[in-house]
């Protein structure tokens, strides 16, 4: 089931602030920019950069997934290997609430999501 408009905006209020701390300076933006998305029960961070070949065109790089699980009261915490697929974040793969998610994704501990 997908969020409700005020849970939308909220969560979106909430990452936002979490990206704007990690925007790099002004100058270098059009080569590398974090963004997010939240749809349906799920929220993503990504990196915008441009196409290597194409510079004039931006492309996402997926750095981090939660889908929040409302009959169980919990975020599921994914990152996207090699293959190109979302898997559950091992080391802390459940969190109460979306500040707790940034806070594992801020950490990193295994270098999962920002390298």
Not at 10 to 18: A, H, M, V
Not at 89 to 96: G, K, L, R, T
């Amino acid at each position: 089931m997908a969020l409700s408009e005020f849970e939308t905006k909220r969560f979106e209020k909430i990452i936002g602030q979490f990206i704007e701390q990690r925007r790099p300076p002004p100058q270098i933006r059009d080569q590398l920019d974090p963004g997010f998305r939240v749809q349906d029960q799920s929220v993503e961070i990504f990196e915008i950069r441009p196409v290597w070949r194409d510079p004039g065109k931006k492309m996402e790089s997926p750095v981090a997934k939660a889908t929040y699980v409302k009959t169980q009261g919990v975020w599921k915490i994914f990152w996207q290997r090699a293959d190109l697929k979302w898997h559950r974040y091992e080391p802390n793969p459940e969190v109460e609430t979306l500040e707790e998610f940034l806070a594992v994704v801020e950490k990193d501990e295994y270098a999962c999501f920002w390298g």
